[in-house]
């Protein structure tokens, strides 16, 4: 049936136009004459044009309204012949061309079309009832005494008979639209189900991902950040060891450290497919601010010190920090905001300060997550936790007009300057709470039930 309709659709009105011509010409037969009757008939001109607005009807509707509207015109300047009483019934081709219109036509071709009809109804009204033209074509008794009487005495009738005839017209073209429509509809609904299905699919599978990737994550975090710990308390409250007893702890923390990192990063760049996502590298961080200034940030970058290299979950952790301050200067200072950013090689560790305009409608007593107590993002506590899991720790909040943040990455052993005295243990670990701004501090706290219990909750 679709098929089908598919074809009428396109060639339909051609077709219905030369069996409308046809068949007129096999009725006027006998009327019109030796062959080519067409040369004497008196109608020629009124079948012509409305057997073209039915062919044009689908390929051109403004042409076949037009065809309709210059044929009625010639009609009324005496250019065209007038209907004789057996002619009138070629005017139903403009309301079979209305017909293919409103089933193929957009819908301001259609609301065009059914305007039109209506005028060409009440004009071809007119010109049956005149004296002037048709004299009632055989259906009403001329009535010479004017227009109006004839026009009054049988013009609704005639009009709301034509009326009828063109809504038997447009209820086919509708129907057959509405048909398609509902086809196409069915079509549209059996697709959105499939794809309905395979998303639920997905999103299970996504979602058992996402809990065996939290659950690994929670007992990497805090296996991994006792071990750290535990390596680091060991070192420190053992400085008279043999050095390659404090080098060995030292390994163990920092490669503790390092799989943690590592194993964050594999865990947030596993894709659908099981591979793993190329990940940022502090390489990355030039072309990041270049974009960034294409995208109207005036970014400020400057470096003191000898660059060090990083471990790669580092660099990582760098290249994201650097990555979401730039976004959130953009994002909450607009177009040309300006940004400064400093990289200093010259301590124990990578320090790096990025400090933005702040936008004028945020208060400089705001909290440290983007200057505003009302609302409360995820950018900062992201990049805090990633700080802390590269083994350094994040400070941020607004400062007079600006919003700066500062990052400390170590990439050596702390000093002995730095290193705690003494304190409370717990569990054999020696807890270091109260030194979280420490640059050389590897992890928030080295005390299982703070801050190793901390990042767990912090991932879930």
């Keep these: 049936m679709e098929q089908t309709l598919k074809v009428v659709r396109h060639w339909g009105a051609p077709a219905a136009a030369v069996i409308f011509f046809t068949l007129w010409c096999v009725a006027e037969a006998g009327r019109m004459g030796p062959w080519p009757g067409l040369n004497y008939w008196p109608g020629t001109w009124m079948l012509v044009l409305m057997t073209l607005a039915i062919a044009t009807a689908v390929w051109k509707p403004y042409v076949s309204l037009g065809l309709t509207a210059i044929l009625l015109l010639g009609q009324l300047i005496h250019f065209i012949r007038a209907p004789w009483p057996n002619h009138w019934a070629i005017y139903i081709g403009s309301f079979i061309a209305l017909a293919f219109i409103l089933w193929t036509g957009s819908r301001r071709q259609r609301s065009i079309a059914g305007v039109a009809n209506l005028v060409f109804t009440a004009v071809i009204t007119f010109l049956m009832l005149s004296w002037r033209y048709g004299q009632g074509v055989g259906w009403f008794r001329p009535l010479y005494s004017g227009d109006r009487g004839a026009l009054s005495y049988y013009g609704w009738q005639l009009f709301s008979t034509l009326i009828l005839i063109a809504a038997g017209c447009a209820a086919v073209g509708i129907a057959l ?12 609904k059996v697709l959105v ?38 390596a680091d308390g060991t070192r420190y409250l053992s ?75 580092q660099q990582l952790a760098v290249f994201r920090i650097v990555q979401e301050c730039l976004t959130n200067a953009l994002k909450h200072g607009g177009r040309g905001t300006a940004v400064r950013l400093h990289f200093d090689w010259s301590g124990p560790g990578l320090t790096m300060h990025v400090a933005s305009e702040l936008p004028a409608s945020v208060s400089t007593g705001g909290t440290d997550d983007g200057g505003t107590a009302e609302r409360v993002g995820r950018g900062i506590p992201g990049m805090r936790e ?43 670990v020696p807890s270091v709470e109260g030194l979280e701004q420490e640059p050389a501090l590897a992890l928030e706290a080295a005390s299982p039930s703070s801050g190793t219990k901390r990042e767990s909750v912090g991932r879930g």
């Design 177 to 188: 639209a509405l048909y398609e429509d509902r086809g196409k509809l069915f079509q549209s």
């Design 193 to 230: 189900q499939a794809n309905l299905k395979e998303t639920e699919v997905e999103l299970v599978v996504e979602q058992e991902r996402t809990r065996i990737a939290r659950d690994l994550h929670d007992v990497l975090a805090h296996s991994l950040a006792v071990i750290a710990a535990q």
């Design 239 to 313: 400085q008279d060891q043999p050095k390659a007893v404090l080098d060995a702890l030292e390994n163990i923390a920092v490669s503790a450290r390092h799989a943690l990192v590592d194993a964050q990063r594999v865990i947030e760049g596993v894709r659908d497919d099981g591979l793993v996502a190329p990940q940022p590298r502090l390489t990355d961080v030039g072309p990041l601010v270049e974009r960034m200034r294409q995208g109207s940030l005036k970014v400020q970058q400057s470096e003191t010190g000898t660059p060090v290299d990083l471990g790669a979950g």
């Design 386 to 428: 990633r700080a802390h899991l590269a083994g350094g720790w994040l400070s941020s909040g607004p400062d007079g007009e600006q919003f700066r943040v500062t990052v400390f990455i170590p990439y050596g052993s702390r000093p002995a300057a730095l290193l705690p005295e003494g304190g409370a243990e717990e569990e054999g």
